[in-house]
């Protein structure tokens, strides 16, 4: 029987078709190895094994601007700068290109990758989360890469930062990271910015890329200095520029609890605090995606450590940082965080550059809400105003036609979510969109504020209301507080009890402390 199924003219005919694909295939196999090997031996043949002797060594030395030269590059260093400048300049396979960024290709697909490799990504910020995310973002094929930040590697960088060596210390952290990863992705063209960012440079540092006129597809914030950090953003907010921010990896230790969320839902984090109330003073109140941690202190965890004593009487503080405003104590850090970190912001960028679909849980914007408290307040102001012009004998109805208060949405997402936590302060009730404000103490004085001409349409009316003026309630509480308080005859003291007047009176004084940062 096996016999008739072997000399059977189709199965003949079946085997041997199956063995000339096999050879067929493996001859194919064989020359794609062999083209592949030949591409690489051309392009290692190309680079001198001796720079120095090469006559053409020092023009293929890539220039690093805004920076210098490689302190005293040894042999490596200048056979990865000629190879970077080949590659920059279109002579490099790019089919190799696209074997090492295979992986990315599957995943993204042509498309989306070259998107990818036609971007340009601002970095600012190289320690160790800026670090993590350029080399990501590099390794994944983003082709142009501004690196901006004004400091050096030192030996306490190297826990954390992604490329540094003991060879790089003393080395500006631009620079070390093109002097790396120029070894890894030649073709990657760095602009290195040796230089502190603040407002005033803002629109020289985030211009578009020189040679192509190409905007910023996104901003990278890797800043640990809080002022800094608000011009940057405030910055991309208003130019609509692209900007994912990471906020404190320091004292961090789960990286389950690390989130990509608005800036408006970031909780459990002092730097992160600290941005969003100065953004929410200068109008920002959400819109801007950051990676957060959620972790809180406890007992035996990491937390700030002190300044010495013999610091402060060197002088000012803050006279000891680096820079003006720049921290002065000992940050603890993980090594492993800031590239959770910065793995979690590249991340971001690839996904939104690419367009591949993101699953975040969105946070819900609370505008609507803010909106409601200020016209609240508009209401409440009005009230007062009457009632205390009424007390003076004043009895015009049309006072406060035209009253304004000197209120954004943002000075009211503030005194809400900062400076009361969204809780009201009389019963610590939180109820979302039944909080309101209103003015605490009741007015000596009229709150009228008149400007121009009197009682024509040049005249401006508008309410003397500061942001230290105002208490979080509920609106039940509120009520009471307006009859009793603002338009009745009784005292703070004789209504609430002394420890709400206390934690009232602390909270003020925090929002009045912030007054300044209001434009």
């Known amino acids: 029987m096996n016999s008739s199924i072997t000399n059977n003219p189709k199965v003949q005919l079946a085997a041997t078709a199956v063995v000339s694909a096999a050879v067929a295939a493996g001859a194919i196999l064989s020359y794609q190895r062999l083209q592949h090997g030949e591409r690489l031996t051309r392009l290692k043949q190309s680079i001198p094994r001796n720079p120095s002797s090469s006559a053409t060594s020092s023009e293929a030395v890539q220039p690093l601007n805004r920076v210098g030269p490689l302190p005293k590059p040894d042999k490596e260093d200048e056979h990865n700068q000629i190879l970077a400048h080949r590659a920059q300049n279109g002579d490099f396979d790019d089919e190799l290109i696209l074997e090492q960024l295979a992986r990315n290709r599957v995943f993204l697909g042509d498309e989306g990758l070259s998107k990818l490799r036609d971007a340009f990504v601002v970095v600012v910020g190289c320690g160790g989360v800026g670090s993590h995310a350029c080399a990501a973002l590099a390794r994944s094929g983003v082709s142009k890469i501004r690196l901006i930040d004004f400091d050096q590697v030192t030996l306490s960088s190297l826990n954390r930062h992604a490329v540094a060596t003991l060879a790089d210390v003393g080395l500006p952290k631009v620079q070390c990271l093109s002097r790396r990863l120029c070894a890894i992705t030649p073709w990657v063209k760095f602009d290195l910015r040796l230089q502190k960012f603040d407002g005033s440079c803002a629109a020289e540092l985030l211009a578009p890329w020189e040679e192509t006129d190409q905007k910023p597809d996104f901003v990278i914030d890797a800043i640990d200095n809080i002022e800094s950090k608000v011009e940057l953003l405030k910055f991309c907010h208003d130019h609509s520029l692209p900007v994912i921010s990471a906020m404190g990896a320091g004292t961090k230790s789960d990286p389950t609890r690390i989130l990509v969320g608005d800036i408006s839902a970031s909780t459990d984090d002092g730097l992160s605090r600290a941005t969003r109330r100065k953004l929410k003073l200068q109008g920002v109140t959400n819109g801007i995606p950051v990676v957060y941690s959620t972790e809180k202190w406890g007992e035996g965890k990491a937390a700030l450590l002190p300044l010495d004593q013999k610091e402060f009487e060197k002088g000012t503080v803050g006279d000891l940082g680096p ?103 009389v019963t610590g009730i939180a109820t979302g969109s039944k909080l309101v404000l209103i003015r605490w103490k009741k007015p000596a004085a009229t709150t009228l504020v008149r400007i121009g001409q009197r009682d024509t349409k040049d005249e401006q009316k508008s309410s003397d209301l500061k942001l230290r003026d105002l208490v979080c309630m509920t609106k039940e509480e509120a009520l009471r507080h307006q009859n009793e308080v603002l338009l009745g005859e009784k005292s703070l003291e004789e209504v609430y009890a002394p420890e709400i007047i206390e934690f009232v009176a602390a909270r003020q004084n925090m929002a009045a402390s912030y007054e300044k940062h209001r434009p």
């Open 323 to 425: 820079l003006p405003d720049f921290r002065v104590r000992i940050l603890p850090v993980l090594g492993t965080m800031p590239a959770v970190f910065g793995y979690t912001v590249a991340n971001h960028v690839i996904l939104k550059i690419t367009g591949y679909p993101m699953d975040y849980q969105p946070a819900k914007s609370r505008d609507k809400m803010y909106e409601g408290i200020l016209a609240y307040v508009q209401a409440s102001e009005e009230k007062v105003l009457r009632h205390l012009e009424k007390s003076t004998g004043n009895h015009r109805t049309d006072i406060c036609i035209g009253l304004k208060v000197p209120l954004t949405l943002g000075d009211i997402a503030f005194v809400v979510e900062e400076a009361f936590h969204g809780r009201s302060a």
